[in-house]
């Protein structure tokens, strides 16, 4: 089995252990990271659960998750947000999802998503296009900024007036924008052409590997820190149709 193969099925039996926890959830199952930062118990059994197929199946891998750092010390990482959408998940919002991603040195070999509450089975290779539910997905083919929309994510690590000055120069530029808590499901929403672009100013790995490889075989672009960088420290990232990517840097630059 292939390790695109062995993400895809891990996906899937990782998000309907979310989707089982979540229906037995009792007063204990959430608790705060921080202001509206949250985890689950579902949070961490799903880390558990991957990180214990990944031992059985690759032991020679290391693997970076969101709850419990790096384990591990291969050429090879598996990059893992459990469940990418907290707050929307343990509310019962439909935009949430888990993401697994494999790199080997500074390349991004496969990514998926699974999101459930939304049916969406999304998955990459380098060179083998891009997939949802077994058909092939592309970037939107829109040129007009006045027809786009952009997808922001909101960082508490980068000062709350320039994210408000970006929504500022999105609307006066013609475009329309939305948030949706989930970095996944926004970079998703890019790969399938249903949004043009996604812009945050600091995401960390684990939120968007998955995804970047997608959207790069979905015929989009990514603007992000090279993986290392990304690793360590995080980066800003966009997310564009090629049609946009000039308007949206725009928008972008004095950031």
């Known amino acids: 089995m292939s390790r695109l193969e062995f993400a895809k099925d891990l996906a899937q039996e990782a998000a309907a252990l979310a989707v089982k926890l979540r229906d037995e959830r009792d007063a204990d199952f959430i608790s705060e990271k921080g202001r509206q930062d949250f985890v689950t118990l579902a949070d961490r059994a799903v880390e558990r659960l991957i990180r214990t197929r990944i031992a059985e199946t690759y032991p020679e891998?290391?693997?970076?998750?969101?709850?419990?750092?790096?384990?591990?010390?291969?050429?090879?990482?598996?990059?893992?947000?459990?469940?990418?959408?907290?707050?929307?998940?343990?509310?019962g919002l439909p935009d949430w999802g888990v993401c697994i991603a494999y790199c080997h040195g500074d390349e991004i070999l496969c990514g998926v998503v699974c999101a459930p509450d939304l049916n969406m089975h999304v998955w990459a290779a380098q060179g083998g296009g891009a997939w949802m539910n077994g058909a092939p997905i592309g970037v939107s083919d829109c040129h007009q900024p006045d027809r786009a929309l952009l997808l922001l994510g909101w960082s508490n690590r980068r000062p709350l007036s320039d994210h408000l000055a970006i929504i500022g120069r999105v609307l006066e530029g013609g475009l329309e924008y939305r948030r949706n808590g989930s970095a996944a499901i926004s970079l998703l929403a890019v790969a399938t052409g249903r949004a043009e672009g996604y812009f945050e100013q600091h995401l960390n790995a684990w939120d968007a590997f998955a995804a970047m490889v997608i959207i790069a075989e979905a015929g989009g672009i990514v603007r992000a820190a090279p993986t290392a960088e990304f690793v360590t420290s995080g980066s800003s990232i966009l997310a564009s149709a090629p049609g946009l990517i000039q308007a949206f840097e725009a928008i972008i630059a004095e950031t």
């Open 61 to 91: 891998d290391a693997m970076l998750g969101e709850e419990d750092g790096v384990t591990g010390e291969g050429e090879g990482l598996w990059v893992v947000d459990p469940i990418d959408g907290t707050a929307n998940y343990m509310r």
